[in-house]
Antibody, heavy 122, light 109 residues
Framework: EIQLLESGGGLVQSGGSLRLSCAAS????????MSWVRQAPGKGLEWLSS????????FYAASVRGQFTISRDNSNNNLFLQMNSLRAEDTAVYYC???????????????WGQGTLVTVSS | EIILTQSPATLSGSPGERATLSCRAS??????LAWYQKKPGQPPRRLIF???TRAIGVPDRFSGSGSGTDFTLTISSLESEDFAVYYC???????????FGPGTQLEIK
């Protein structure tokens, strides 16, 4: 069974930093693109960043490029999101997500963690 | 950048009724589209991928159609657990990037 367990959320002051983690199990972690997606209160889903499985190539939404950094540890099956210069508008539930990729073809996200809440106080 | 729009923003329905949700892409995206169901306090649940393929465990009352720029999610007969927010999502094969539509709130009439 695929499991994704986020941690590291909490309350942080505006301008502060936070590092989210996601522990993955139940699949060959290094084979898959992993992503972070968030949902602010009362808002929709927003893709933030993805990281390739073996190459570690990274990709960001324009809204967080230069502010957030995605990384992974394939030895320990962990995904990370370093968030700096946090603002009130970064308050959201942050989800770790696994891509569904078969034979080089992607079909979106097939597995999600339960999410971790980040609250930025001003 | 691919922009997805969804209509209607809110849809009211009664159990047993048919519901039709729409998603339009700003450019042709072939069939690279998924639909997710989102309930409060839960992660999104993928219903449909590749525009029309039902994900494992999804009831057959959910169906997807479309290609290019116009896509539809149909729920043939609403059940109480179907009232939620539905998002469409575009996914790019490479680079692996995604964009979500703004969502359709399906509410009980």
């Amino acid at each position: 069974e695929i499991q994704l367990l986020e941690s590291g959320g909490g309350l942080v002051q505006s301008g502060g930093s936070l590092r989210l983690s996601c522990a993955a199990s139940g699949f060959t972690f290094s084979n898959y693109v992993m992503s972070w997606v968030r949902q602010a209160p009362g808002k929709g889903l927003e893709w933030l960043s993805s990281i390739a499985g073996s190459s570690g190539a990274t990709f960001y939404a324009a809204s967080v490029r230069g502010q957030f950094t995605i990384s992974r540890d394939n030895s320990n099956n962990n995904l990370f999101l370093q968030m700096n210069s946090l603002r009130a508008e970064d308050t959201a539930v942050y989800y770790c997500a696994k891509e569904d990729r078969r034979g080089g073809h992607t079909s979106g996200i097939d597995s999600w963690g339960q999410g971790t809440l980040v609250t930025v106080s001003s | 950048e691919i922009i997805l729009t969804q209509s209607p923003a809110t849809l009211s329905g009664s159990p047993g009724e048919r519901a039709t949700l729409s998603c339009r892409a700003s450019q042709r995206i072939s069939r690279s589209l998924a639909w997710y169901q989102k309930k409060p306090g839960q992660p999104p649940r993928r219903l449909i991928f590749d525009a029309s393929t039902r994900a494992i465990g999804v009831p057959d009352r959910f169906s997807g159609s479309g290609s290019g720029t116009d896509f539809t999610l149909t729920i043939s007969s609403l059940e109480s657990e179907d009232f939620a927010v539905y998002y469409c999502q575009y996914y790019d094969n490479w680079p692996p990037t995604y964009s979500f539509g703004p969502g359709t709130q399906l509410e009980i009439k």
